[in-house]
């Protein structure tokens, strides 16, 4: 699916990762190869980002959000092999629903284009 927007909820263990168009939402979760919490290997987690980034292929926007430090850690690993997958902002929270998710980024996408596509004047 193309579409110019997407979201993706992740902590170190999955991604939820939600493209979307004002009709349609297609999601697709990517899981951690590692099956302990902390682990910490930095192999298996470049492999997780990079399964994330591949299912990203084809949006122009994507907003990361999440309830850790993995989602500021995608986001700096996008910049420096993924160019590609344009990360705009990341945004802390809980553990939403997919729906709930897809709504928090319709809204916070929204207000970015009124904005002028500057993520420094949504928050």
Same mark, same amino acid.
């Given at each position: 699916m193309t579409t110019f927007h997407a979201v @993706?909820? $992740?902590d170190h263990q #999955?991604?939820? @990762?939600? $493209?979307?168009?004002? #009709?349609?939402?297609?999601?697709?979760?990517v899981?951690?190869?590692t099956h302990h919490k902390h682990q910490?290997?930095?192999n298996d987690t470049a492999a997780m980002y990079a399964d994330i980034a591949k299912a990203l292929e084809g949006t122009h926007e994507v907003l990361v959000t999440?309830?850790?430090?993995?989602?500021?850690?995608?986001?700096?690993?996008?910049k420096q092999h993924h160019a590609h997958v344009n990360v705009v902002d990341s945004v802390s929270s809980?553990?939403?629903t997919d729906a709930q998710v897809v709504a928090m980024a319709r809204q916070y996408f929204k207000k970015l284009d009124n904005m002028g596509a500057d993520p420094a004047l949504v928050k």
């Open positions: @993706v909820w $992740m #999955e991604a939820h @990762v939600l $493209m979307f168009d004002r #009709e349609h939402v297609e999601s697709q979760r899981k951690s190869r910490g290997k930095q999440g309830p850790g430090i993995a989602r500021d850690e995608f986001r700096d690993w996008c809980d553990h939403p």
